[in-house]
């Protein structure tokens, strides 16, 4: 059984942007084919709540090699997309610090359908905890015309240059 949505996804206005790809170019540090997500639509602090999307083509990257005929888009390019909209947060609101923002984990993933090139996949993510500038627990979801595709929680943590 699907969760609840975190949003009436169908309260937005996708065509009003307030940041568009190039605003998230300068929080996001993801180029070329790994850049998983389009604009952000809507931003509440209050809630540390934010809705975005990507715009899914048909010559993504996945398309011609991820079933063959049958273009199914991955469910780590999902899972990445949440990601992405939920470092864009964290970055951009300095919740957590370091350099970059990395998978630190995901739990209670799901798919409940798949996702097909040619669509808008509407994403939101919800911070449910913050601890010691470290770690950042979102939740995930995303949408293909109001309809819940994919959920989860992912953990992000602190990346810093340094480390490596």
Do not use: H, W
């Given at each position: 059984m699907p969760s609840a949505p975190l949003v009436d996804i169908s309260s937005y206005d996708f065509s009003n942007t307030l940041f568009d790809l190039n605003d998230i170019r300068r929080v996001n540090p993801q180029r070329h084919e790994m850049e998983q997500l389009t604009a952000i639509v809507h931003v509440d602090e209050s809630t540390h709540t934010i809705v975005g999307y990507k715009t899914i083509g048909d010559r993504e990257f996945w398309s011609a090699g991820h079933m063959?005929?049958?273009?199914?888009?991955?469910?780590?390019?999902?899972?990445?997309?949440?990601?992405?909209?939920?470092?864009?947060?964290?970055?951009?609101?300095?919740?957590?610090?370091?350099?970059?923002?990395?998978?630190?984990?995901?739990?209670?993933?799901?798919?409940?359908?798949?996702?097909?090139?040619?669509?808008?996949?509407?994403?939101?993510?919800?911070?449910?905890?913050?601890?010691?500038?470290?770690?950042?627990?979102?939740?995930?979801?995303?949408?293909?015309?109001?309809?819940?595709?994919?959920?989860?929680?992912?953990?992000?943590?602190?990346?810093?240059?340094?480390?490596?």
């Open positions: 063959p005929g049958f273009p199914l888009m991955p469910g780590v390019v999902q899972c990445e997309c949440g990601a992405q909209l939920g470092g864009f947060y964290a970055r951009k609101f300095d919740l957590i610090g370091g350099d970059y923002l990395g998978f630190g984990g995901m739990n209670s993933v799901r798919f409940r359908k798949p996702v097909f090139p040619n669509c808008r996949l509407d994403l939101v993510a919800k911070v449910v905890r913050v601890r010691a500038r470290k770690l950042a627990q979102f939740q995930f979801q995303g949408f293909v015309e109001g309809q819940l595709m994919f959920e989860g929680e992912m953990l992000g943590v602190t990346v810093n240059r340094d480390q490596v």
